[in-house]
């Protein structure tokens, strides 16, 4: 073992080395350093801000749905690891890959049959364009090319996935002029609650008019994530899919954000009864333990690829299948399901309407929502990077960890969260949501 660091010496290292997403190097802001975790405390190297711990409302950005350092999963991953770490899955299988499809292929709404597995959200999408892509060349319509979003969307960092989120507000307007042309349709009225027929018909007429080029639809269901955390009805779902069905279109839901509970119905589509021709997971889908994902699709899907002039799905990552990550996932949706998590998150849900209600008072604040275990406050404007930075130091003096982003203070806490947590990381947001309007 090399002799151990101290905190000062890591975080040299860290500014002098590593580069952290969505940031420049050398990175302007310093990390917090953690040393460990567990339940939903992350324990810090060294205090900040009078903290030596935080409660992590993130859930490590949406994935550690049972909190950190579960025994369940330590033991499904000390047990694997006995047993082997990798192998390759060209050519060769293992039980934890296939329990898991067969498990996922169980949970997941009919007709979704088939999985790929991958290695990270961003690569599932790039997997299930390739699925709607591939398909129409094989079937004899290689000139369905294209795909078609709503604004205000967010499907990952990767080329394909970064041409169909929000081209102008978006992380990646960057890359406008090189990456793929791909339809936009306005944004979906930011309510759950109602219905607006205009948008419905919008809907349909785009795909109407563009269904000889589209290969397929994408969407997060029922919640925009990281694009800005919007609602909208599930309605759109139903409309999404009779127009699609009618038009000869797939239609593919990207649920790795909102999968596995996080919206109050296991899969966010199930708000809808709408099931989609391809779908994508991951996130939740190991606990936050290790990464993973997976891109489900139909046998009519699957069928059309196998029937075409190149006969197979021609992606294959290094580590798809990756035994040690495939058990863990295995246990935490045993653990998911084996427990009443809609009555926890019906409760955090709860939790998040009463203490964030008085939010909506504040000044700057312009919209205050909550849906399942996600709760939003949105600001009447963006923050610049020194408002950022207060509201952060505001959120960890309350001894919580948020990350607010753009106008948007929000908390996707684990289900383990238990009430005087949550309502500690109420009272951060109404920290940061103070500090950013002072």
């Known amino acids: 073992m090399p002799d151990p660091l101290s905190p000062t010496e890591l975080l040299k290292l860290d500014r002098d080395h590593v580069w952290h997403p969505y940031g420049p190097m050398p990175g302007r802001a310093e990390p917090l350093l953690v040393e460990s975790a567990s339940g939903v405390r992350l324990r810090l190297a060294q205090p900040a801000h009078g903290q030596d711990e935080l409660i992590d409302g993130m859930s490590s950005w949406w994935s550690a749905v049972h909190g950190y350092n579960h025994p369940v999963l330590n033991e499904a991953a000390r047990g694997q690891l006995d047993r082997m770490s990798h192998v390759m899955f060209g050519g060769l299988t293992h039980e934890p890959a296939v329990r898991l499809a067969a498990k996922l292929v169980e949970i997941t709404p009919e007709p979704l049959r088939h999985v790929f597995l991958s290695d990270s959200g961003s690569v ?6 390739k699925m709607c892509l591939q398909y129409w060349r094989s079937v004899g319509r290689p000139g369905k090319q294209r795909l078609l979003t709503w604004r205000g969307g967010y499907h990952g960092d990767t080329w394909q996935p970064m041409s169909v989120c929000d081209p102008k507000g ?3 307007e960057l890359w406008q002029g090189a990456l793929p042309r791909q339809l936009f349709a306005d944004a979906p009225p930011a309510s759950y609650d109602t219905y607006d027929t205009a948008y419905a018909d919008h809907l349909r007429a785009l795909i109407a008019r563009h269904a000889d080029e589209l290969a397929a639809v994408i969407v997060e269901p029922v919640v925009q994530g990281a694009g800005g955390m919007r609602f909208h009805s599930p309605e759109y779902l139903r409309v999404l899919r009779e127009a699609c069905d009618e038009h000869g279109v797939l239609l593919v839901f990207d649920e790795i954000a909102t999968g ?4 109050g119905t296991l899969f966010a589509s199930e708000h809808a009864s709408v099931s989609p ?6 996130k939740a889908l190991t606990g936050g333990y290790l990464t993973m994902a997976a891109t489900l699709c139909t046998s009519e899907v699957a069928d059309g690829i196998s029937r075409g002039e190149v006969p197979v799905l021609a992606h294959g990552p290094t580590f798809m299948g990756n035994p040690l990550a495939a058990a863990v ?3 935490s949706i045993d653990l998911l399901l084996g427990q009443d998590w809609q009555g926890e998150v019906k409760r955090i849900e709860a939790g ?5 209600a008085e939010v909506a008072e504040l000044p700057g604040v312009r919209d205050v929502r909550v849906l399942g275990a996600i709760g939003v406050v949105q600001l009447d404007r963006a923050l610049d990077e020194a408002a950022m930075s207060a509201a952060t130091e505001a959120v960890v003096r309350e001894g919580v960890w948020l990350r607010p982003f753009r106008d948007l203070i929000y908390t996707m806490p684990p289900y383990v969260t238990n009430d005087t947590d949550l309502a500690r990381i109420c009272g951060a947001v109404r920290a940061a949501a103070a ?3 002072a």
């Not at 596995?260 to 919206?263: A, L, P």
């Not at 998040?352 to 964030?356: K, M, W």
């Open 124 to 129: 599932s999408v790039e997997v299930a364009v």
């Open 260 to 263: 596995f509970g996080r919206t």
């Open 277 to 282: 021709d391809v779908l994508c997971l991951g």
């Open 435 to 437: 500090t950013a309007g």
């Open 352 to 356: 998040l309407r009463d203490g964030l």
């Open 170 to 172: 978006g992380m990646h």
């Open 329 to 331: 996932a295995c246990a």
